[in-house]
């Protein structure tokens, strides 16, 4: 099925004119809901430990991922050639907000990540990781694949100025995310080894440089990482802690509910950060093994729809789409086993908080988009 | 490089995204599978390193105090026990100002200065989240008072525990002691885990001697605890081993009669069985009161105490020397009769002076004009004391000093309380020894009527006296009569035999114990007048008058009403009874008073009167083996 894209699609009969699924006509792609279903489940059941058996904060939690799963469906309705034209835009607002946060955040003399609107309050970082693949994908679709020099070098200011202002914040980990997401834009649109191999030694020559430019506190967590036990009680204390939940589950786990290091408070941000140290210890391997099969699933299917999208635009997009997620919650679980420095990135769809939620979720709508708006000839 | 084509290719584009995509799979499982890998080395190959170290995290073995041992007389009379007490208690990581809570509760609850040095002195070895003890004892209208405005003091609570209590106050104090909070240096000395809980210690008497057996081993309880040392549930119990409970050989109402007796005098009575070595009775007055100490007593009071005039805090029994006086002349007659310095018949006649040839020095008796003809038995049962400078002159000290030795003189009895005096025997080493001078002939005749540089404690009079009574065979003084662990067996306390006092032939010691009953039932005993009539048992006695200064005319016994009462005699009395079958052994001192042999009256008419028989009977419970 993934290899079969030089047929041509209109003899198959699920895309025919003629014939529709109710799928289709709700334009929603029924695996990757099944398996967002099921993902979210099981975060849930997580949570629910992780939290001390708060049931008000699975309620909060529930109620989150009903509005994600709203602008999912919302946004599943909008066609690609939509979001296509208004990807300038959309990129253009993004980046007004930003800088609007940022400066009331250097009023505010303090971290200001958001912007209040009474009911809801918009993070314009997370508006920007749809952004910014939305505009690279909408300035490759125009080009002839694979991209050259200039249209990489044109690339760089979309994906670093809205990274840096979001790391100025200082919110390191979403600035991480962007920069993923555009990269993998440019990744997907052929960019040439030569200049992935050149950038990535130039970027390790660069680290002795960065380490100034960090903030203190990310300085610490770096060194922290490489070797915890330097601090055991202060910085180190959460990558120690962690590693003894995960450890101490073993093979099958503790048993749900039953996990020491989270119910006695012993792991810190036990519920957002850390939450995946909590299904470790709680589930064990086996669990664990489970809840990676799951986000592969999506994954997968993320890929699957890649493959299958209609024109380079959605290709792009929906690539950049599932090679973020991934790397989100890869990034999450590597800093909680310790084979990663710890930077703030929730576990998606299972951390307990929400401004990544409606993002992520947002982004599967997109893919739900790309997979059932199709037209008969492919672009 | 290639002109740019005005045409897309479109099929070059999704075989260009697909490679790549199908590339960033293999990656992703390549790299997804590094996750797994550490995973497994995480949670299967380091398992057991990261259970132990979650387990140490979560899970605090808390220790529990064993219940102190309880301390019973011989008959079964408690003596020491634990009472429950309330007492308030504070956690000073609850409290954000430890200063103002103190001022308000001072408001609530009466709190004394000794109360807050206390605390400050507990608040430095605990840690933050431990409940420390800030007034022990609260009156039940505090406790009401407290309760209803506990919501104002989070981190203040009223907890109940046990205390020591010693329900016979001074009764019992110099021979029970005290238990006190662990002080520093004795923290050092403990055995740490064993008192993990405990926050007192034995400091005193039989609580110190007998700590090991009272205190028990500590109990824990496997307590699951949250990161902040909050203790969520109980996992386990390992319960630890009470304390064991202790008998005396202490008969208590003896022990009373005979602080009655004193009549508030200062002194020390000793009474002790025969023919067991057990301690019937152990006075030392004044005394204190140990539940103060258990509280934790001041330093003002403390001080006060400590520089009483009358010595409280001294437990005369055991630490205090007295000069033998006259208590010493039995001793010295079985001698004389054994080395044969002397004969049953043999008599001096006593012109009421002594001189030693070729000094000048004149020794008085202490009846001016002298006893006229005296015998051994005379001389004892009248206190002849040129008698005894006739003996020890033919004797030698050399002789004097070995038999006072082979009583027990001058050594530790061994009896189990610490702190116990030797005494003095007096010989010309010691004399060089200690003083640094040389030894001369009227030394020896000051020591032949017990007075110069011999001593001796009213334990180890005691015990020499009831060797007399067993005709030589002596028994380690002993308080323990037997020990008991709750819902075990009791085990009796065997008493030790010592090295018996051999005599060439067994009817000298009859002879100096007939002389020594003539002291109290001969009208020309010492004690005749003074024990008075109308006693139902045999006994046999000795008197003396340890004189303290040197204001008098040697020797008369002349009008102590005239002398300030802290500088009349001290008087001695030593006596068994029944003289044919001794069931008790007694040494008397009392300091700058008389009343010695009115004190033993009442000590014998108790024991040996109608009261013995009832406290037999009790007594089987306890001690099946009996008197």
């Not at chain 1, 799951?294 to 994954?299: D, E, Q, T």
């Not at chain 2, 001794?582 to 009442?602: G, H, L, Q, Y």
Request: glycine residues 8%.
């Amino acid at each position: 099925m993934l290899f079969d894209n030089r047929k041509p699609k209109f003899s198959q009969p699920a895309y025919s004119s003629q014939y529709k699924s109710f799928w289709q006509c709700i334009h929603i792609d029924g695996p990757l809901l099944a398996f967002l279903l099921l993902l979210c489940a099981a975060g849930l059941l997580i949570l629910f430990s992780a939290s001390n058996q708060k049931l008000h904060s699975i309620e909060f939690q529930v109620m989150r991922l009903l509005l994600a799963f709203g602008v999912m469906l919302i946004v599943a309705q909008i066609p690609p050639a939509s979001l296509q034209r208004w990807a300038p835009w959309i990129y253009a607002a993004g980046l007004f907000l930003l800088i609007i946060v940022l400066i009331s955040g250097h009023i505010g003399k303090g971290a200001q990540r958001w912007i209040n609107l009474g009911l809801i309050r918009i993070q314009p970082a997370e508006i920007m990781k749809l952004a910014i693949p939305l505009l690279l994908a909408f300035y490759y679709h125009k080009l002839d694949l694979p991209i050259k020099l200039k249209s990489v070098l044109l690339a760089i200011p979309i994906i670093l100025i809205p990274a840096l202002l979001t790391a100025k914040q200082p919110d390191l980990g979403t600035a991480i995310l962007l920069i993923i997401a555009g990269a993998s834009v440019l990744f997907l649109a052929g960019l040439s080894w030569q200049i992935i191999l050149t950038s990535l030694a130039a970027l390790t020559a660069c680290i002795p440089f960065a380490w100034y430019l960090l903030h203190d506190y990310q300085r610490q967590r770096v060194l922290t990482f490489l070797n915890p036990e330097r601090d055991p009680l202060g910085a180190g204390y959460h990558i120690i802690q962690s590693k003894i939940a995960i450890g101490s589950g073993g093979i099958f786990g503790k048993g749900w509910l039953n996990g020491t290091q989270s119910n006695l408070h012993f792991l810190p941000e036990h519920t957002t950060d850390f939450i995946f140290a909590v299904c470790c210890e709680e589930f064990g391997f086996v669990g664990t093994l489970i809840l990676i099969f799951l986000y592969m699933l999506v994954v997968f299917r993320g890929f699957y729809i890649t493959i299958h999208a209609q024109d380079t635009f959605s290709r792009l997009l929906a690539g950049s789409i599932t090679l973020t997620f991934f790397i989100s919650f890869f990034i999450n679980m590597g800093m909680v086993t310790g084979i990663l420095p710890v930077v703030g990135i929730p576990l998606p769809l299972v951390s307990y908080g929400g401004s990544s939620m409606v993002t992520v979720m947002a982004s599967f709508g997109i893919l739900m988009s790309i997979q059932t708006h199709r037209k008969l000839v492919t672009t | 490089m290639l002109k740019r084509t005005s045409i897309k290719n479109h099929y070059h584009e999704i075989q260009l995204t697909s490679r790549r995509s199908m590339l960033a799979i293999f990656v992703i499982s390549i790299i997804i599978g590094l996750l797994i890998a550490r995973l497994a080395y995480l949670q299967i190959y380091k398992n057991a390193l990261y259970t132990t170290l979650s387990t140490k995290n979560a899970i605090d073995l808390v220790p529990i105090e064993p219940p102190r041992g309880l301390i019973y007389d011989r008959n079964g009379v408690l003596l020491a026990e634990n009472i429950p007490v309330f007492s308030l208690d504070i956690i000073p990581q609850q409290i954000p100002n430890l200063q103002r809570t103190l001022a308000a509760l001072s408001k609530v609850v009466e709190i004394s200065d000794s109360d807050t040095i206390q605390f400050q002195k507990q608040l430095k070895q605990h840690r933050r989240f431990d409940e420390i003890p800030l007034k022990l004892r609260l009156t039940e209208a505090e406790v009401a008072r407290f309760t209803e405005s506990q919501y104002h003091f989070p981190g203040v609570l009223i907890k109940a525990r046990l205390m020591r209590h010693y329900p016979y106050g001074e009764s019992f104090s110099h021979v029970l002691g005290y238990v006190g909070r662990i002080n520093t240096r004795e923290l050092g000395e403990i055995d740490q885990i064993n008192y993990s809980a405990s926050h007192y210690i034995g400091k005193l008497g039989i609580e110190k001697f007998y700590e090991e057996e009272l205190h028990g081993n500590v109990g824990y309880e496997e307590v699951e605890n949250d990161a902040s040392g909050k203790p969520i549930r109980v996992l386990k119990k390992t319960s630890g081993k009470p304390g064991k409970n202790l008998y005396l050989t202490i008969d208590s109402g003896l022990q009373l009669v005979a602080e009655k007796a004193l009549q508030g005098h200062s002194g020390a009575v000793v009474a002790i069985q025969p023919k067991t070595g057990q301690v019937l009775a152990m006075v030392s007055q004044p005394a204190y009161d140990p539940n103060i100490f258990v509280i934790g007593i001041s330093q003002k009071d403390y001080q006060a105490l400590q520089q009483s005039d009358t010595k409280p805090l001294y437990d005369r029994a055991l630490r205090g020397t007295y000069p033998l006086a006259s208590t010493i002349k039995p001793y010295l007659a079985l001698e004389g009769l054994e080395s044969g310095a002397t004969t049953p018949e043999y008599t001096i006649f006593d012109n009421g002076t002594f001189k030693l040839p070729n000094y000048s020095r004149v020794w008085h008796d202490w009846v001016r004009n002298g006893h006229g003809r005296v015998n051994l038995s005379r001389a004892i049962a009248s206190s002849c004391d040129i008698y005894f400078y006739q003996l020890s002159s033919k004797m030698g000290i050399k002789l004097m000093d070995d038999i006072l030795m082979q009583f027990g003189f001058g050594a530790f009895t061994g009896i189990d309380l610490d702190g116990e005096l030797p005494g003095v025997v007096a010989s010309p080493e010691w004399k060089l020894k200690v003083k640094g001078q040389h030894w001369y002939p009227g030394d020896t005749t000051n020591s032949s009527i017990g007075q110069g540089d011999m001593q001796a404690t009213p334990l180890q009079l005691a015990s020499a006296v009831s060797t007399i009574a067993n005709h030589g065979q002596r028994y380690l003084p002993f308080l323990l009569l037997g020990e008991q662990e709750p819902g075990k067996l009791y085990i009796a306390h065997q008493s030790m035999p010592l090295a018996p006092v051999k005599l060439r032939d067994d009817k000298f010691w009859d002879i100096v114990i007939k002389a020594m009953q003539d002291v109290v039932d001969n009208p020309q005993g010492t004690a005749y007048t003074h024990y008075g009539r109308g006693y139902t048992y045999t006994i046999a006695g000795k008197t003396g008058t340890a004189a303290l200064s040197r204001r008098r005319i040697p020797n008369e016994e002349d009008k102590q009403e005239s002398v300030p009462e802290k500088l009349r005699d001290h008087h001695l009395f030593i006596a068994f009874a029944p003289v044919d079958d001794p069931k008790i052994a007694i040494a008397i001192i009392t300091e700058n008073s008389n009343n010695a042999i009115d004190v033993a009256r009442a000590i014998m008419d108790y024991y040996l009167g109608n009261q013995v028989n009832v406290i037999r009977q009790q007594e089987t419970k306890v001690q099946p083996a009996g008197l």
